[in-house]
């Protein structure tokens, strides 16, 4: 798992780099967000020297990693994926096998795009909350029982962001990182994202601001900043508390 394209592609194929040493009938398994291109090559690279390459990028928060509860996303032949699976089912507690090389970053990217937008999403509405004067628990029994609800606003958000809790578990600059390698695949499919762009955009603001550093769920206060508005938090004794 490596924080960037370039990275991966040092580390698979640079010199001194896995593919340097590696013997025919190993696989190679990258678990890393990158851009589509990146799995492409690496596979291609690899099936040149007879070695399976598997991309799966990982889904979930950090603290389902620690409890061994990720889900995994899954490109690569039918055999690679049956030598890795007992692998991940010791990280993970759902894998799924998404098609070819290449279509486990794919659809980590259509997954980043909804969970990180979802962040803005929600930064705004309970902005407006805020600056509604309207209880914050009153508005989640509202959206929690309609389908404006996601699982940012009902999962994460309540342990983290509106818990006091802006320490990274996934930060603002990674997320941005992920909406610019959406924007940039879906271009390169023809495929126009203006939310998607939108969104990157708003991250760029809080990026800008100091706020990158931050768990993505801290979008919240980076609109409040911006809106002059109060960071909406759940009390001591809040029903929402636990997220449940």
């Known amino acids: 798992m490596l924080p960037n394209s370039e990275i991966v592609e040092a580390v698979i194929a640079g010199p001194g780099g896995v593919l340097s040493t ?15 291109e990146t799995s492409d090559k690496m ?3 690899c099936l040149k ?6 991309d ?56 980043n795009f909804l969970a990180i937008s979802y962040c803005q999403m929600n930064a705004e509405a309970l ?6 004067g309207l ?15 996601n699982g940012q606003l009902k999962i994460a958000w309540p ?11 996934f930060t603002i600059d990674l997320a941005h990182k992920d909406l610019t390698l959406v924007v940039e695949a879906a271009n390169a499919a023809q495929v ?3 939310m998607a762009a939108a969104a990157r955009e708003a991250f760029s603001s809080a990026r800008a601001r100091g706020f990158g550093g931050k768990d993505f769920s801290g979008m919240l206060e980076a609109h409040c900043e911006l809106t002059g508005s109060d960071v909406p938090r759940l009390s001591h004794n809040s029903r929402h508390k636990s997220g449940s």
Do not use: W
């Open 135 to 149: 209880d914050l628990d009153s508005t989640l029994d509202v959206l929690y029982g309609t389908t404006a609800t």
């Open 49 to 54: 020297q007879n070695i399976g390459f598997i």
């Open 22 to 36: 590696a013997k025919a009938g190993a696989t190679i398994m990258d678990m890393s967000t990158v851009r589509p």
């Open 43 to 45: 596979a291609a690279l």
């Open 56 to 111: 799966a990028p990982v889904g979930r928060l950090a603290s389902h990693a620690d409890a061994g509860q990720s889900l995994f996303m899954v490109g690569g032949e039918v055999s690679d994926f049956d030598r890795v699976l007992p692998l991940l089912n010791v990280m993970g507690s759902e894998i799924y096998h998404c098609g070819p090389a290449g279509a486990g970053t794919r659809t980590k990217l259509v997954n």
């Open 192 to 194: 126009p994202m203006p």
């Open 127 to 132: 902005a407006l909350t805020a600056k509604f």
């Open 159 to 169: 342990a983290k962001v509106l818990n006091h809790d802006s320490e990274p578990g």
